[in-house]
């Protein structure tokens, strides 16, 4: 039985005896707790007495003990076993600071066996100052969540807890989660963008003179997105893009920055919903040196720091914590910001464009949105439409696809049976251009023929294709827009860019009614 303070010292007692002298034992009240038991040192029995003060039971001092050690045992086997299965770095100290419990996965996070830091000052291994825990005994109080670089290249979020006995602290336990992948990987990404934007802007000179050239489709609603965004682009008011993932906010935002008078100045991105809370602070405004417990000692410049005189891209921004959207509100209205640990306000230039797939309106009703930041930033809003609401660019996207993954899988490309290009027109794309590109890039990867036909395209298709013809716009003679036959074969043909095979799906005649159609109507 595991020893827990609500053991009563009358489960271990055997019956009182008239041949036994109550007067050399320790009496004890029958409802006494084992964790009750001030200490043991008198070496004394127990003698155990109701309310009435009479003795109805008693306890030898072997055999208490004995209890004692044996569920010592068995706590001490559960202790072990538990820092062995823990999959994060556990320390525990005494109140002195001295390591008493070092598990395997702090062995492995720190490089440093138990054998050689077991019964050693914990500030003989880590800086004083870097030392979570330390503080934890000082103070008394726990740490949750709280972002830590204990040594060089090591990020870690810590909790720590005192250990109490009655109103004494004797100790301390950390519990450290690994992030240092994290934080290496989000480094990574933010140097092979700011690469990645260079050398577009080197090879790319001969479109310099119309940054939306990546931006592709004719269709009206995209169109008139395109035509917004270039005309807030000439101007420094703040610009929010909003439209399903996948649609292409991250193009857009980089088009205006390039068409903007910024466009010699750093373009910065962020995403809001990538980054944990707890290092968002610090990405976004940067820290000082000793800022905190771990930080570097030449501090870090943050991401609006960064971004001066260009533009500052907040992706995902319906995912910013509502406690840094009053700092990122003072940032837009003061146009200063202080580092983490910092107090000399800086000044910065930046545009902000940000962009979201969720709906901040909404959002601000609810409360999880800041009004007062909505508006900041909704100075322009520019939206745009998912891709089923533009299918007319569907075939000019199919083709510059096939292309790119042609040339990357040095592969022929291919031509689309008639029946797959009208499964693709009528097909919802709930993932938008992203959807659709990652299509024709696993079609390209498994093809090995020079047709692309129904059976090449993934299960799901085929599935959503009845339910997805009730949701596109069909040739409906009531449209305003298509009053006669001539005018609904010109609208067919300008939907499926001119693949007369689909057009005629579209229409629901034959191919050879539609050849015939357009040869009277002189449509060729």
């Not at 519990?175 to 963008?193: G, Q």
């Not at 609904?488 to 009614?513: D, E, F, M, P, W």
């Amino acid at each position: 039985m595991l020893l827990n303070q609500k053991m009563p010292l009358i489960s271990l007692s055997l019956p009182w005896e008239e041949t036994l002298d109550s007067k050399k034992m320790r009496i004890l009240p029958k409802g006494t707790l084992i964790s009750e038991i001030s200490h043991l040192l008198d070496q004394r029995d127990i003698a155990l007495i109701d309310h009435n003060g009479m003795p109805i039971g008693w306890i030898p001092f072997t055999k208490l003990t004995q209890t004692i050690f044996n569920d010592w045992k068995t706590a001490l086997a559960f202790y072990h076993t538990l820092l062995q299965a823990v999959d994060d770095a556990v320390t525990v100290v005494d109140n002195n600071g001295k390591i008493i419990s070092w598990n395997p996965k702090a062995e492995e996070l720190y490089q440093c066996s138990g054998e050689d830091i077991l019964g050693k000052p914990i500030t003989d291994f880590f800086k004083k100052e870097a030392v979570v825990l330390m503080s934890t005994l000082k103070e008394g109080k726990g740490a949750v969540r709280k972002y830590n670089q204990p040594q060089p290249n090591v990020h870690v979020l810590i909790n720590t807890q005192p250990v109490y006995e009655g109103e004494s602290v004797i100790g301390g336990v950390s519990v450290e989660r690994n992030i240092s992948d994290i934080v290496k990987l989000n480094d990574e990404l933010s140097t092979t963008t700011a690469i990645i934007h260079d050398l577009e802007s080197k090879i790319e000179t001969k479109y310099a003179d119309d940054p939306f050239y990546k931006i592709k489709g004719r269709s009206p609603s995209l169109c008139t997105a395109v035509n917004l965004a270039k005309k807030v682009a000439a101007t420094d008011a703040s610009v929010l893009i909003t439209g399903e993932s996948g649609v292409g906010k991250e193009l857009f935002a980089q088009a205006i920055h390039k068409s903007s008078p910024r466009s010699d100045q750093p373009f910065i991105d962020i995403n809001c919903g990538a980054i944990p809370a707890s290092l968002f602070e610090s990405e976004l405004f940067g820290y000082e040196k000793g800022a905190f417990t771990g930080a570097a000692k030449q501090g870090k410049k943050g991401k609006i720091e960064a971004a001066k005189g260009g533009s500052l891209f907040l992706d995902e921004i319906g995912e910013l914590p509502l406690d840094l959207q009053v700092k990122l509100l003072r940032v837009i209205q003061e146009r200063e910001f202080y580092k983490v640990g910092g107090n000399t306000p800086i000044p910065t230039d930046i545009r902000i464009i940000a962009a979201t797939n969720r709906d901040l309106e909404e959002m601000v009703n609810n409360g999880l949105f800041r009004q007062d930041l909505f508006y900041r930033l909704n100075v322009v809003s520019v939206e745009i439409p998912p891709l089923r609401e533009r299918i007319e660019d569907i075939p000019e996207l199919i083709q510059l696809y096939l292309k790119e993954f042609s040339i990357k899988y040095k592969k022929a490309v291919p031509q689309l049976e008639p029946e797959v290009m009208y499964t693709f027109l009528h097909y919802p794309w709930s993932g938008n251009v992203r959807q659709l590109r990652n299509t024709i890039e696993r079609i390209m990867i498994l093809i090995d023929e020079d047709v692309i036909r129904q059976n090449h395209l993934p299960n799901n298709f085929i599935k959503n294709k009845t339910d997805s013809k009730m949701n596109m716009p069909m040739m409906e003679s009531s449209s305003p827009e298509i009053e006669n036959e001539e005018t609904k074969i010109r609208y067919a043909l300008q939907k499926t860019y001119g693949n007369k095979s689909a057009a005629a799906k579209l229409l629901g005649i034959s191919r050879v009614t539609l050849y015939n159609k357009i040869k009277r109507y002189k449509l060729d």
